[in-house]
């Protein structure tokens, strides 16, 4: 694991999270295989396993580069910029 220069410009504390689940998966009536927290606007969206990749999607909408798992008993970011866990 790394310190990124993008995790240093990440708002502190880390934003509330937006929902509890993907909503564009709950929109496209598929399931997320696992959920990614966006840690610059606290978007919610499903990992790049999950059939529509909507994290990295998020990524690519707005450039907020850092995420971290949104599932239990997991603690870990990654940068979508250095495609390193960092």
Request: some cysteine.
């Amino acid at each position: 694991m790394s310190e990124c220069p993008h995790v240093a410009e990440l708002p502190r504390p880390e934003p509330v999270p937006l929902s509890m689940t993907c909503r564009e998966c709950e929109a496209a009536g598929t399931h997320p295989v696992q959920l990614r927290l966006c840690l610059e606007c606290g978007h919610v969206g499903c990992c790049d396993s999950s059939p529509l990749r909507h994290a990295r999607a998020h990524y690519g909408d707005t450039a907020h580069a850092v995420m971290r798992t949104f599932e239990p008993g997991q603690l870990w970011r990654w940068c979508f910029v250095d495609d390193s866990i960092v």
